[in-house]
T-cell receptor, first 115, second 113 residues
């Protein structure tokens, strides 16, 4: 009965490097959402994906950030050329159906620190 | 332009008493509201939700009230227990507002033994 699995739990990168965050949704869930939480703030929506498709990326910065959810394997959030402001906790959530009354299940997040 | 606001960053309550956490929203397209509980270094855990067609939903010690005209909802925890100490996030969604969740900034609840 595995929930949403995110790895790594902690990731340290130097400015200019790339960060790759992985998310395996609950088994059977085909909808994946990424959120970012800056210190002392709430979670902010970044992107919503279904298998092989980006449905809504309205919350994602236009540059350096990309996301994918391939047919096989986990969803990946990729941040290129990281900057100090990218330091945050990144949470992935999944749901089985596209229905507002289906609560999203969250992983424990990846804490990204930029040196 | 925060669409969901939790104006109290923290709340301290004695064990056994009632905890009331408040949340306000501005977007009238929201029609579903959720409360999540979050412990440090963990992800948010779903607690309770309410549809905009209702004004109250109860689950054990947790009750959520929705006042649509005031665009306000609250979470009541009775009786409060030390294990309830966590950060509570109010979130809103709606089919016409995008299915993503819009979160408030959170309220840190401390229940003292």
């Amino acid at each position: 009965n595995a929930g949403v699995m995110q790895n790594p739990r902690h990731l340290v990168r130097r400015r200019g490097q790339e960060a790759r965050l992985r998310c395996s949704p609950v088994k059977g869930h085909s909808h994946v959402y990424w959120y970012r939480q800056l210190p002392e703030e709430g979670l902010k929506f970044m992107v919503y994906l279904q298998k092989e498709n980006i449905i809504d990326e309205s919350g994602m910065p236009k540059e350096r950030f990309s996301a994918e959810f391939p047919k096989e394997g986990p969803s990946i959030l990729r941040i290129q050329q990281v900057v100090r402001g990218d330091s945050a906790a990144y949470f992935c959530a999944s749901s089985q159906h596209l229905r507002v009354d289906q609560p999203q299940h969250f992983g424990d997040g990846t804490r990204l620190s930029i040196l | 332009d925060q669409q969901v606001k939790q104006n109290s960053p923290s709340l301290s309550v004695q064990e056994g008493r009632i905890s009331i956490l408040n949340c306000d929203y501005t977007n009238s397209m929201f029609d579903y509201f959720l409360w999540y509980k979050k412990y440090p270094a963990e992800g948010p855990t779903f607690l309770i939700s309410i549809s905009s067609i209702k004004d109250k939903n109860e689950d054990g010690r947790f009750t959520v009230f929705l006042n649509k005209s005031a665009k306000h909802l609250s979470l009541h925890i009775v009786p409060s227990q030390p294990g309830d100490s966590a950060v509570y996030f109010c979130a809103a969604s709606g089919f016409n507002a995008g299915n993503m969740l819009t979160f408030g900034g959170g309220t840190r609840l401390m229940v003292k033994p």
